[in-house]
């Protein structure tokens, strides 16, 4: 029995130290040079490696930073040893070391070569390595850089258009066109070279041609160009031009008479001397002649009312100088403005909004019109506004508050049963970007208004205005709400000229210049006497361009 007992007890003792302490990890064979004499230990796992793409296409010469991530949760990262290795290179062997000294994961490796790279990175923690490829292609490299010539040049100076051209290897192709030129100036042919002699020869008006040259160049598959401009004046005295106005108004079927004169270098003129022309540059009526096109007198007689503009070109055969006439026909009836807009062009907080001061310049200026729209009164209620000149202000437009520029665009059509506008005051895009709407959808917006406009008269003039600033005194504005009312500012700018068309005009007006919204609100949002008064300035302005 005692003999029993020993050998149980022997047998517990040998299972005791045989036994390993409990883990969640796999084993793994200890090393060879291991002395552990407690049994087998648990295996560590490799480094993990992750890697950012490198964007492509690279070029020669470019240092490339190369980002990779490596991570293990059982051994610090200062224990876990780095190397980097060459793959694959299009250099021939031995021209290019196949490791690379750098030990960490994050470097910058400069190509000598265009092709197809792919680099390693090794980690190895001392029990598990773990490797990974970062490839990637290079390109040829190609850098043009043209300096435009002093200026001003004269009309038959020989000039250098010359460019510098930077590359990694090899000759690019390079072929140079005339971006910008003289009205009627033929195709130049220049030499395909990086610098060309170039002389003007065209005859250019007294303010100057401007010319832009561009060079491009390709190399494989890798393309650039640069740029480079100057003008072209001519130094004989061109002939004078005085016209009694350089603006007229008129109604429709009413002639409209222009008198000028013209002298050559400060004498008068004998008959031959000077070629007068003059051309039509804008009109609404299609069929519009001028009587007497080739005299310094001539006449039109419009038939259609709107915004035309002459042309007078005086040539001496060396020089020549052109003038502008304007001429602003209207109807025998009143215009119908529509007032378009959200809070401002409303008027809220006893506020009369910018429509009286403008209701009164245009008083002032005898022009015939009317205020048109919905609604006729402010918010909450109408504030006094005294008569003036023995006429009752006019108080309808179509201002809502808090309105954002998608409501509008998708209620227009509806209001426009009720009246058809032959000018609209377009003031919208405050809200909406107080109210988180994105730039790109609020200038949509805008341009599905200006379309309805259009469906509801082909020739309504559109005053699209970039709308004032606001203040962040105001709590209404958050971060990034005077930074996007800046970018939409600038975007409706460029919708102006994109949707200007010849019987629709889309003026645009820069109502946020010269207004401060510090000093020219209320509440840090709405105009006050004085912020209204500077909106109706740029409405007259822009309303008599039309």
């Given at each position: 029995?005692?003999?029993?007992?020993?050998?149980?007890?022997?047998?517990?003792?040998?299972?005791?130290?045989?036994?390993?302490?409990?883990?969640?990890?796999?084993?793994?064979?200890?090393?060879?040079?291991?002395?552990d004499?407690?049994?087998?230990?648990?295996?560590?796992?490799?480094?993990?490696?992750?890697?950012?793409?490198?964007?492509?296409?690279?070029?020669?010469?470019?240092?490339?930073?190369?980002?990779?991530?490596?991570?293990?949760?059982?051994?610090?990262?200062?224990?876990?040893?780095?190397?980097?290795?060459i793959?694959?290179?299009?250099?021939?062997?031995?021209?290019?070391?196949?490791?690379?000294s750098?030990?960490?994961?994050?470097?910058?490796?400069?190509?000598?070569a265009?092709?197809?790279?792919?680099?390693?990175?090794?980690?190895?923690?001392?029990?598990?390595?773990?490797?990974?490829?970062?490839?990637?292609?290079?390109?040829?490299?190609?850098?043009?850089?043209?300096?435009?010539?002093?200026?001003?040049?004269?009309?038959?100076?020989?000039?250098?258009?010359?460019?510098?051209?930077?590359?990694s290897?090899?000759?690019?192709?390079?072929?140079?066109?005339?971006?910008?030129?003289?009205?009627?100036?033929?195709?130049?042919?220049?030499?395909?070279?990086?610098s060309?002699?170039?002389?003007?020869?065209?005859?250019?008006?007294s303010?100057?041609?401007?010319?832009?040259?561009?060079?491009?160049?390709?190399?494989?598959?890798?393309?650039?160009?640069?740029?480079?401009?100057?003008?072209?004046?001519?130094?004989?005295?061109?002939?004078?031009?005085?016209?009694?106005?350089?603006?007229?108004?008129?109604?429709?079927?009413?002639?409209?008479?222009?008198?000028?004169?013209?002298?050559?270098?400060?004498?008068?003129?004998?008959?031959?001397?000077?070629?007068l022309?003059?051309?039509?540059?804008?009109?609404?009526?299609?069929?519009?002649?001028?009587?007497?096109?080739?005299?310094?007198?001539?006449?039109?007689?419009?038939?259609?009312?709107?915004?035309?503009?002459?042309?007078?070109?005086?040539?001496?055969?060396?020089?020549?100088?052109?003038?502008?006439?304007?001429?602003?026909?209207?109807?025998?009836?009143?215009?119908?403005?529509?007032?378009?807009?959200?809070?401002?062009?409303h008027?809220?907080?006893?506020?009369?909004?910018?429509?009286?001061?403008?209701?009164?310049?245009?008083?002032?200026?005898?022009y015939?019109?009317?205020?048109?729209?919905?609604?006729?009164?402010?918010?909450?209620?109408?504030?006094?506004?005294?008569?003036?000149?023995?006429?009752?202000?006019?108080?309808?437009?179509?201002?809502?508050?808090?309105?954002?520029?998608?409501?509008?665009?998708?209620n227009?059509?509806?209001?426009?049963?009720?009246y058809?506008p032959?000018?609209?005051?377009?003031?919208?895009?405050?809200?909406?970007?107080?109210?988180?709407?994105?730039?790109?959808?609020?200038?949509?917006?805008?341009?599905?208004?200006?379309?309805?406009?259009?469906?509801?008269?082909?020739?309504?003039?559109?005053?699209?205005?970039?709308?004032?600033?606001?203040?962040?005194?105001?709590?209404?504005?958050g971060?990034?709400?005077?930074?996007?009312?800046?970018?939409?500012?600038?975007?409706i700018?460029?919708?102006?000229?994109?949707?200007d068309?010849?019987?629709?005009?889309?003026?645009?007006?820069?109502?946020?210049?010269?207004?401060?919204?510090?000093?020219?609100?209320?509440?840090?949002?709405?105009?006050?006497?004085?912020?209204?008064?500077?909106?109706a300035?740029?409405?007259?302005?822009?309303?008599?361009?039309?």
């Amino acid at each position: 029995m005692a003999r029993n007992i020993l050998c149980l007890l022997g047998l517990l003792l040998i299972m005791a130290g045989c036994s390993s302490p409990s883990s969640s990890q796999t084993t793994a064979e200890t090393p060879a040079d291991s002395t552990d004499t407690k049994g087998e230990t648990d295996s560590i796992p490799a480094p993990k490696i992750a890697c950012d793409p490198i964007p492509e296409p690279t070029t020669i010469g470019s240092a490339i930073p190369i980002h990779c991530q490596v991570s293990d949760d059982n051994t610090p990262s200062e224990n876990i040893a780095l190397s980097w290795h060459i793959k694959n290179s299009p250099l021939p062997k031995n021209t290019e070391p196949g490791d690379l000294s750098e030990t960490t994961a994050t470097i910058t490796f400069t190509p000598k070569a265009a092709g197809y790279y792919a680099l390693e990175l090794t980690a190895d923690n001392g029990t598990a390595k773990n490797a990974i490829e970062v490839d990637f292609s290079v390109q040829e490299s190609l850098q043009i850089d043209c300096q435009s010539p002093a200026e001003p040049v004269e009309v038959g100076q020989t000039i250098p258009l010359h460019c510098e051209i930077h590359t990694s290897n090899g000759t690019p192709e390079l072929h140079w066109t005339l971006l910008e030129g003289p009205e009627g100036l033929e195709a130049v042919n220049l030499p395909q070279k990086a610098s060309v002699d170039f002389t003007p020869t065209k005859n250019p008006a007294s303010k100057g041609d401007r010319y832009q040259f561009q060079l491009s160049g390709t190399l494989g598959e890798v393309s650039a160009s640069d740029t480079l401009a100057f003008t072209v004046v001519n130094t004989n005295q061109p002939p004078q031009i005085h016209c009694d106005s350089t603006g007229y108004s008129a109604l429709v079927n009413q002639t409209v008479k222009i008198t000028c004169e013209v002298d050559d270098d400060g004498k008068p003129l004998l008959p031959g001397d000077v070629t007068l022309q003059w051309d039509i540059r804008l009109s609404p009526d299609r069929n519009l002649s001028i009587t007497a096109p080739k005299t310094a007198a001539p006449q039109i007689t419009p038939q259609v009312p709107g915004r035309y503009t002459l042309e007078l070109t005086a040539d001496d055969g060396e020089a020549r100088s052109n003038i502008l006439i304007d001429i602003q026909v209207e109807s025998p009836t009143a215009k119908k403005i529509l007032p378009l807009g959200d809070s401002i062009t409303h008027g809220v907080g006893g506020l009369k909004s910018f429509r009286y001061d403008l209701w009164k310049k245009l008083i002032d200026a005898n022009y015939s019109f009317d205020f048109i729209g919905n609604k006729n009164t402010n918010d909450p209620v109408n504030p006094v506004f005294p008569d003036y000149q023995g006429k009752t202000f006019d108080p309808d437009h179509q201002g809502q508050s808090g309105i954002r520029a998608d409501t509008v665009a998708a209620n227009l059509p509806g209001w426009l049963t009720g009246y058809t506008p032959d000018i609209v005051l377009l003031h919208l895009g405050t809200n909406d970007m107080l109210q988180d709407k994105s730039v790109n959808s609020t200038i949509e917006a805008l341009r599905q208004i200006i379309t309805s406009l259009r469906e509801d008269n082909a020739s309504v003039s559109i005053l699209l205005a970039s709308p004032i600033g606001y203040s962040d005194h105001n709590y209404a504005v958050g971060p990034g709400d005077i930074d996007r009312l800046e970018t939409l500012q600038a975007r409706i700018h460029t919708l102006a000229t994109e949707m200007d068309t010849f019987n629709s005009p889309v003026v645009w007006v820069n109502q946020a210049s010269g207004f401060d919204p510090d000093r020219d609100t209320a509440d840090g949002i709405h105009p006050n006497a004085a912020g209204e008064e500077k909106m109706a300035q740029k409405w007259f302005d822009a309303i008599m361009t039309l």
